[in-house]
Each structure stands twice: as C-alpha cells, then as structure tokens.
C-alpha cells in the first residue's frame, strides 16, 4: 500500500539531545513537509521541499533542520537550540508544490525530558 | 504573513443535526481553502477544499462556502453521524509554485463532538 511511514512513533530524550525523526513516501510526491502540532495552536510549518536537493523554512524553522537527498525521504532533526521541542509532528507530502491535498503520515510524538 | 481564524474550539451537536464551523483568513491572495479531519492518534485527511474561482463545493453530506470579498469560509457538515465526531481544521495557502504552493496556514481546530 502506498503512503506515509514515519518512525518512531513515539520517542523520548533528554534535553539537550538532538533527535532525528523519520519519514518515507512511496507515493512518488514530489513535495514534502513537516508541521508541529501543539494542543490549541494548528498544525505549524517547519520546513517543505518542493523538489529533491532543495528545501526552504516554514514559519517555526528555528531550532529544526533537513535534508531531502532523495524524494522518498525527508528527514527531521530537532535540535538542541529548538527551546521547546516537546511535541506532536506530523510529515506530509503532495504530488507537487503546488497547491492540492497533503497526505499525512501518522506522526511522531516527542518528549523531552 | 497569513493569519486563519477558526471557530468554534469546540462543538456539540446531535446526531442527525447539522454542523458549522467557520474560519477567516488575512491574506487577500491566498485562493486555495482545504478542510482537514483529524481523528485521534492518526493524521489529517483533505475531506473537502474549494478554490477561489468558485463559492461553494458540495461532497455528499459535507459542503464548503467562500466568501472572498469578506474572507472567510465554512464547513457545512448535514445529518451528521457519530463518525464525524473528530477535529476538524481548516487551511489557506497562495498556491502556485512561487506563489506560496502549497504552504499551508492552519486554523487551530473544531473539536466535533456528535452525541446519539
């Protein structure tokens, strides 16, 4: 089945750590993103790539970085300069950047401890 | 940048009632309005969107609306299920590729309460 696959699901670290989270497409998207999701605020933009080898900030890139060496895969890491990294995020891809549906995977929950 | 507006937080209704739920946005660009359910512990799924060339799409039981002049939209849910009960969020974005594609700005959510 096609989709969305990010891991771990849930994951926890101490403060001070950074933690690289997953995500891999197999629906052949071009386009793919990270949001945050925190309780009462949406779902934030942390980076996008709209083609492989490039990628741009969302609004909350601080503290976050990526990579998109291949366009099945566009991981996450949360670094230790993110201030408040405990949170829900959620990887999601499109067939292009323009604008259509996202698909999401099922998130990833991290807890800093 | 853009800024969307959702109402209400939350929202209880009966089964078989209908559902509301309103958002604005700030930008007067943006022309891509999707609408997102979010049952729990999973993703959010697209179950409707409108663009800004038209002012109301319908699937089945789900209807959008869009007023541009005014900036702001809604989420028409009829006869509604225990099914439905989830969060609902919905989004704006420019579109095009060097418009803003599809950069995403979200509501902060209805939670959808359908009780029997």
């Known amino acids: 089945d096609g989709g969305i696959t990010q891991s771990p699901k849930y994951l926890f670290r101490k403060e001070g750590q950074n933690v690289t989270l997953s995500c891999e497409q197999n629906l052949n998207h071009d386009a793919m993103y990270w949001y945050r999701q925190d309780p009462g605020q949406g779902l934030r933009l942390i980076y996008y790539s709209q083609i492989v080898n490039d990628f741009q900030k969302g609004d909350i890139a601080e503290g976050y970085s990526v990579s998109r060496e291949k366009k099945e895969s566009f991981p996450l890491t949360v670094t230790s300069a993110q201030k408040n990294p405990t949170a829900f995020y959620l990887c999601a891809s499109s067939i292009t950047g323009e604008a259509g549906e996202l698909f999401f995977g099922e998130g990833s929950r991290l807890t800093v401890l | 940048g853009e800024n969307v507006e959702q109402h209400p937080s939350t929202l209880s209704v009966q089964e078989g009632d209908s559902a509301v739920i309103k958002c604005t946005y700030s930008?007067?660009?943006?022309?891509?309005f999707p609408w997102y359910k979010q049952e729990l512990g999973k993703g959010p799924q697209l179950i409707i969107d409108?663009?800004?060339?038209?002012g109301e799409k319908k699937d089945q039981r789900i209807a959008v609306t869009l007023n541009k002049t005014a900036k702001h939209f809604s989420l028409h849910i009829t006869e509604t299920q225990p099914e439905d009960s989830a969060v609902y969020f919905c989004a704006a974005s420019r579109g095009g590729l060097t418009g803003g594609g599809n950069k995403l700005t979200f509501g902060t959510g209805t939670q959808l309460k359908v009780e029997l």
């Open positions: 409108i663009r800004s060339n038209v």
């Open positions: 930008d007067s660009a943006s022309n891509y």
